[in-house]
């Protein structure tokens, strides 16, 4: 999508508001959970209850990491189930999809990496890849099959001579968003640099030219559009994650 | 056993401590959980239904789910203190049975034209049942909310109760069942008052005719 630099539209603002409103309702959710729960409690201090329910999310993240085992496979179905049609979703509406030329599409690399080469979709198609149909489930609770193929991650990391003892994966994308993942279930055999859905390069609704497909976690862990990714000790965070949604999001 | 009636007024312990303190957190416990569980349920309803905003807990989805994940700690963990000291203790066993169909037929016909009685500790059968579905259907909550929660490493779980979507339905029909036992848990206190207080104090004192006396 061109946009002239330096003009804002109200759409582009919208996300930001939204998001803006998303973490003020967290404050005043968490201080009515005070008031109703917590009698006794300093009352006017809703920011207790929010450091119990963030500390809460933290101690979720470490069980959800001894849970994770780098064998277990996410259910795999025929291609029958695929859901038909699968649903867009995203922090913004289908009208702001970005539009991303796979031309000139690079993805950077950087972080606790040897080689810091931008990748292009040609290289990446020259990688071995891999299929799927798994069970993308979303934090809202509805779910849909789909099929994916493209680069195993773990051959990525491997790639670029990635510091596989780093903790963390961090993506930037083309739409703003952004996301992290823990480096085992990075290495997950199920773990994918998709870069097609169904047999076809990924449509721009669902991410082109690349998406993270990991079925071992949540949907929003599955960033689209990705631009940037890099290996880090430092938790980068993420869109959802930094306004409350638990970072580990395991399934 | 039948006591004589000469002890008019006297003072039993029917609620031992380790009931009271499990009762009233998974009261807090499950209060989080329902509240919270609604307002999950409100980001993709799977049923012609929306809870409104004051029955809800968190605010948000992410605010509901951070309750919802961090109360099931304090839910599970009453929990098996709760179901640990009812079998180790048997309490269950000397308040729970025996209990027949019949039983239950008879005390629900008699509570449906108030001639029921009601003995400080001794839970009549539909009582009993009552008490036994709602620890069922706790136990099926916690399985399909562990299953939902992790798919793929506690897949055998989900394998147990169906698909993901039909692992959904399995936990709304838990959580209904608990709502329906605690609504009707609410209206019995409300027609008996006299045994808030004894849920409290664990002591209640007894009528003046002969009674069974009960210990737990």
């Given at each position: 999508?061109?946009?002239?630099?330096?003009l804002?539209?109200?759409?582009?603002?919208?996300?930001e508001l939204k998001?803006?409103?998303r973490?003020?309702?967290l404050?005043?959710?968490?201080?009515?959970?005070?008031?109703?729960?917590?009698?006794?409690?300093?009352?006017?201090?809703?920011?207790?209850?929010?450091?119990?329910?963030?500390?809460m999310?933290r101690?979720?993240?470490?069980?959800?990491?001894?849970?994770?085992?780098?064998?277990?496979?996410?259910?795999?179905?025929?291609?029958?189930?695929?859901t038909?049609?699968?649903k867009?979703?995203?922090?913004?509406d289908?009208d702001?999809v970005?539009?991303?030329?796979?031309?000139?599409?690079?993805?950077?690399?950087?972080?606790?990496?040897?080689?810091?080469?931008?990748?292009?979709?040609?290289?990446?198609?020259?990688?071995?890849?891999?299929n799927?149909?798994?069970?993308?489930?979303?934090?809202e609770?509805?779910?849909?099959?789909?099929?994916w193929?493209?680069?195993?991650?773990?051959?990525f990391?491997q790639?670029?001579?990635?510091d596989?003892?780093?903790?963390?994966?961090g993506?930037?994308?083309?739409?703003?968003?952004?996301?992290?993942?823990d480096?085992?279930?990075?290495?997950?055999?199920q773990?994918?640099?998709?870069?097609?859905?169904?047999?076809?390069?990924?449509?721009?609704?669902?991410?082109?030219?690349?998406?993270?497909?990991?079925?071992?976690?949540?949907?929003?862990?599955?960033?689209?559009?990705?631009?940037?990714?890099?290996?880090?000790?430092?938790?980068?965070?993420?869109?959802?994650?930094?306004?409350g949604y638990?970072?580990?999001?395991?399934? | 056993?039948?006591?004589?009636?000469?002890?008019?007024?006297?003072?039993?312990?029917?609620?031992?401590?380790?009931?009271?303190?499990?009762?009233?957190?998974?009261?807090?416990?499950?209060?989080c959980?329902?509240?919270?569980?609604?307002?999950?349920?409100?980001a993709?309803?799977?049923?012609p239904?929306?809870?409104?905003?004051?029955?809800?807990?968190?605010?948000?989805?992410?605010?509901?789910i951070?309750?919802?994940?961090?109360?099931?700690?304090?839910?599970?963990?009453?929990?098996?203190?709760?179901?640990?000291?009812?079998?180790?203790?048997?309490?269950?066993?000397?308040?729970?049975?025996?209990?027949?169909?019949?039983?239950?037929?008879?005390?629900?016909?008699?509570?449906?034209?108030?001639?029921?009685g009601?003995?400080?500790?001794?839970?009549?059968?539909?009582?009993?049942?009552?008490?036994?579905?709602?620890?069922?259907?706790?136990?099926?909550?916690?399985?399909?909310?562990?299953?939902?929660?992790?798919?793929?490493?506690?897949?055998?779980?989900?394998?147990?109760?169906?698909?993901?979507?039909?692992?959904?339905?399995?936990?709304?029909v838990?959580?209904?069942?608990?709502v329906g036992?605690?609504?009707?848990?609410?209206?019995?206190?409300?027609?008996v008052?006299?045994?808030?207080?004894?849920?409290?104090?664990?002591?209640?004192?007894?009528?003046?005719?002969?009674?069974?006396?009960?210990?737990?």
């Amino acid at each position: 999508m061109k946009r002239e630099p330096g003009l804002l539209s109200a759409r582009d603002l919208a996300p930001e508001l939204k998001r803006v409103e998303r973490r003020l309702m967290l404050k005043t959710g968490l201080s009515l959970g005070a008031l109703t729960m917590l009698t006794g409690c300093n009352l006017a201090d809703g920011d207790m209850t929010d450091r119990a329910l963030f500390a809460m999310l933290r101690f979720n993240d470490r069980v959800q990491a001894l849970l994770f085992s780098k064998t277990r496979l996410a259910a795999t179905f025929p291609a029958s189930r695929i859901t038909n049609p699968f649903k867009f979703n995203a922090f913004y509406d289908e009208d702001d999809v970005p539009d991303i030329d796979g031309a000139t599409w690079k993805m950077e690399v950087s972080g606790l990496v040897q080689d810091k080469t931008p990748w292009t979709l040609a290289r990446l198609r020259a990688m071995p890849q891999e299929n799927q149909i798994t069970r993308h489930i979303c934090v809202e609770g509805w779910s849909q099959i789909g099929e994916w193929s493209g680069v195993p991650l773990r051959l990525f990391l491997q790639k670029i001579g990635a510091d596989t003892r780093a903790k963390y994966v961090g993506f930037k994308c083309a739409d703003r968003y952004y996301s992290s993942i823990d480096m085992e279930s990075a290495l997950h055999p199920q773990t994918i640099l998709a870069l097609d859905f169904i047999g076809k390069p990924l449509p721009a609704e669902f991410g082109f030219p690349m998406r993270l497909r990991i079925p071992t976690k949540l949907g929003f862990k599955n960033p689209k559009h990705i631009a940037a990714l890099y290996v880090t000790n430092d938790n980068p965070g993420g869109y959802w994650e930094d306004q409350g949604y638990n970072w580990f999001s395991g399934s | 056993m039948a006591q004589t009636g000469r002890s008019k007024g006297r003072v039993v312990t029917v609620h031992p401590l380790v009931v009271r303190i499990t009762h009233w957190i998974s009261a807090v416990a499950i209060v989080c959980m329902v509240m919270s569980g609604w307002q999950i349920f409100n980001a993709a309803p799977f049923l012609p239904l929306v809870f409104p905003p004051w029955m809800t807990l968190g605010g948000w989805l992410g605010g509901a789910i951070a309750w919802h994940l961090a109360a099931m700690w304090l839910l599970v963990a009453n929990g098996i203190v709760y179901v640990g000291y009812g079998l180790a203790a048997r309490h269950f066993s000397r308040s729970f049975f025996p209990l027949s169909a019949r039983s239950v037929w008879g005390d629900f016909r008699s509570a449906l034209t108030f001639k029921l009685g009601h003995t400080p500790g001794v839970y009549n059968a539909v009582q009993k049942l009552l008490y036994i579905m709602v620890l069922l259907f706790g136990i099926l909550a916690v399985l399909s909310g562990l299953a939902m929660w992790k798919p793929v490493q506690l897949q055998f779980l989900a394998a147990i109760l169906g698909s993901y979507p039909s692992v959904r339905w399995v936990h709304f029909v838990a959580m209904t069942g608990i709502v329906g036992f605690v609504v009707i848990h609410l209206a019995l206190v409300i027609l008996v008052p006299r045994t808030l207080p004894t849920m409290i104090t664990g002591r209640a004192r007894l009528d003046p005719e002969p009674e069974i006396s009960h210990e737990a």
